[in-house]
């Protein structure tokens, strides 16, 4: 394992300008296990596992070099060499190889440099441990690293960062947008898969943080165990399957990946434990981080790429390049410089060279004219991945900073960064390249979809971006009718959550013991909705509406107003009107036959008031109906109470002259001074000028006025009068209430008085009806809402004034009308003495 060849394994190019890389991480030092069904078997130990695909990253380095050197806009008197090192996932290879890139190529003499090596700028590693190893020495020299690997921000560490540059945009966008795109499809129940080591951790922590503040829960966190944390090749492979039968019967559809390097292949350990141990498969939706690629290990080349149809990932921003395709079709296993590509040849198209030692080994011989393009996606591809454009456009950009500190005339090294910083350049597939303030790529992320073949071919699929710099709101795009879903979906939005959507007019409620993302439904109490999935709480409708009956909507209040439109306001209208009529003809029946007994009794002048009033009760109904205006207010329940004050009064004062009549007539009697229309007048006056005080008043102090009721009916806006003072409106109703009862009294104790034209028992009975009707009213009227507690009030008024009209004055019609003959003084006496001897 400590053989040279793993640790000096390098590429070399010369030119009087070097730029150095540690960043294929092709190799590793590892064992490749023989994987088993049911017994452990004998494990052969085969050193240093390729990932074929990453070999592409070291021939984009040299795709660079070979245009900036074949360019003449660009370094036209210096020549770009490379040196290229593998770091084998090793912090002390790298740290050694590193020091190599600095000092010699042979032997390390720190702060001692052997040999003509120029060395401008490093391509850092893929893994950010890498990178950081890297820069804890290149840092001390002030040698720039531009790398392709994500930090949550490269301004963490400044003493040993600030000579990093990252071809990659800030790794916090990227959790945003992965946040982003899990709520876009409301997957909030989800599983985190990681390896075990501090970068693992620190994914967690910073993905948790951000969930917890969107409603996400991490359903499971699943720690992944390299096969370097082991020394029992069979305990690894019985994690490697526990893991895969854990991930195979979870309800879970999604899991969240740390894409990077070493979890993908120790992912790919797992599927292909699962895999040749006949379990089911695992088809769940994949969001992977932008480390993520399709490369595999020689030993997983028959991993079925199924597993991974549907994936989404992000990525950062890239283009095809032209002419890398016809480069690398140009490629052949024979070069002297090259320390990857024969092994490369040989694992990745499983031949050997018969120059090597083969002893053992039955494989095909390697002729050198195998095609590349012939080889699956997994282990190496034709087009450009997204981590070897990183690599060419960071040669791009130190060349470009470089050329621009030549043109400057600065010969200090390091003054390259000042350069580096403020490089701005487009590159061959136009897009541009410049860094932010924090030496960081300016630049998006593209959401990728996986699309995967039976054939174990791939097709990346953009479907979506996070551009940190487009407007506000809009960072986070998505074309959800692009995406293909793995095949157990069939075609439809994978659901991510502990439980079943609250549906619209339902509450989330906490499972007690449960993460806060598993709740149950509670239905909205009464008043209250919610109008979207997964409330958290229900709520209040806007003034001027109301919750639908399934409580997921408002719908607009109607206005509740007794009006003309509709058959309850007519209905009133139209027995207002006609009792109204009835009223004026009975006055004019008694103006016409105003000189007869009957009509001239008990004070005629009374009786055309009383009939006055009553009209004008009955016409007074009308003001209750329709939309309440302000003077309609101020009029009707003073005006109400006015009018019916005089008609109560002049049936006391009717009454009352029936009592001082009968008195009157005895001997010596002094009442008959009272007798006469003085008095009657007068007592209607005291007590019009006692009601009409009460409402004066009433509108002085605190007068009816125009109101709306939101609140007292659910699905109905009230449109009323509200009544101002309460108390001097219940002043103005106790005091006809009082005439009333005192008319009644009166009447009751008279009724048998043997006066002729003695009214006093129709007005016992209409005081009766009276009475009974507002007694009736006072309690409906404060159970009532709306236009029918106006209705109750409108239904009181015509009733009781019907009332007063029918008793007093019916029995009088039907002598004028139907017995003439009887309406005279000498009949009406004869009748009055027969009944008052029977």
Known sequence: MNNPIHIERQYYQTGDLLIGAITSQIFSLSYAPVLFKETPQAVPIEEHLIVPKNYQHILSLVFAVKEINENPNILPNHTLGLHVYESYFNARITYQNTLNLVFSQNWTVLNYKCGSKNLIAVIGGLSSDITLYMATILGIYKIPQVTGSFFASAADDKIHLSSLY???????????????????FQWKWVGLIIVGDHQGEKFVQTLTHLFSQNGICPAFTQKLVTHSDFLDKFLMMQSYLDTSKFLTHTDVNVFVINAETETIITMQWVLLAAELNMMPSICNVWVMTAD???????????????????TLSFASHSNELQGFQRFLQTLRPYSDRDGFIRVFWEQAFDCFFPDTDSSGV???SCTGEEKLESLPGPLFEMSMTGHSYSIYNAVYAVAHAFHAMHSSRTKHTGMIHPFLRSVSFNNSAGNTISFNENGELVDRFDIINWITFPNQSFLRVKVGEMDPQALRGREFSINETSIMWPSRFQKVVPIALCNDNCLPGYSKKRKEGQPFCCYECDPCPEGKISNQKDADDCFQCPEGQYPSDDKNRCLPKMVNCLSYDELLGISLAVLAFSLSGTTTMVLAIFIKHRNTPIVKANNRNLTYTLLISLLLCFLCSLLFIGQPQVIICLLRQPAFGIIFSVAISSVLAKTITVVLAFMATKPGSRMRKWLGKGFTNFVVFCCFFTQTSICIAWLCIDPPFPDIDMNSLAEEIIVECNEGSAILFSCVLAYMGFLAFASFMVAFFARKLPDTFNEAKFITFSMLVFCCVWLTFVPTYLSTKGKYMVAVEIFSILASSAGLLGFIFSPKLYIIVWKPELNCKEQLVKSTKQKGDI
């Open 362 to 364: 039955t494989k095909k």
């Open 292 to 310: 993520w690629d399709f490369s595999s290990e020689t030993f997983h080349r028959f991993l079925d790429v199924q597993v991974f149809h549907g």
């Open 166 to 184: 990252q071809m990659v945009p800030n790794e916090a966008h990227q959790y945003t947008g992965m946040v982003q795109l899990l709520l876009h």
